[in-house]
């Protein structure tokens, strides 16, 4: 589903896989990331943005930290060991 859906008529999009790693790629490319960052994972993977961070980390090899139990002192000094993260 769409995240900026905001009627009743909620709209449902359907990526491949291809289509999802090149996105990474791409994302990881452009922002120059390499094995050496560290994410934060504050989304859902079944969001579209956490599994973006789950498939970028992937093709890098890089560590992922797991933000997505929401309490805000906890996140706090979980995300500080993090250099990038997608929320």
Not at 8 to 23: D, I, P, R, V, W
Not at 59 to 64: E, N, T
Not at 77 to 82: G, I, L, N, R
Request: net charge positive.
């Amino acid at each position: 589903l769409s995240s900026g859906t905001t009627s009743k008529n909620l709209k449902g999009y359907a990526l491949s896989a291809e289509a999802m790693n090149a996105n990474a790629r791409a994302v990881n490319d452009h922002f120059k990331l390499t094995q050496e960052d560290v994410w934060a994972l504050s989304l859902p993977t079944y969001h579209v943005g956490g599994l973006s961070v789950l498939l970028r980390a992937r093709l890098l090899g890089s560590k992922v930290i797991d933000c997505r139990n929401w309490n805000p002192l906890v996140w706090h000094e979980k995300v500080s060991d993090a250099t990038i993260t997608s929320v």
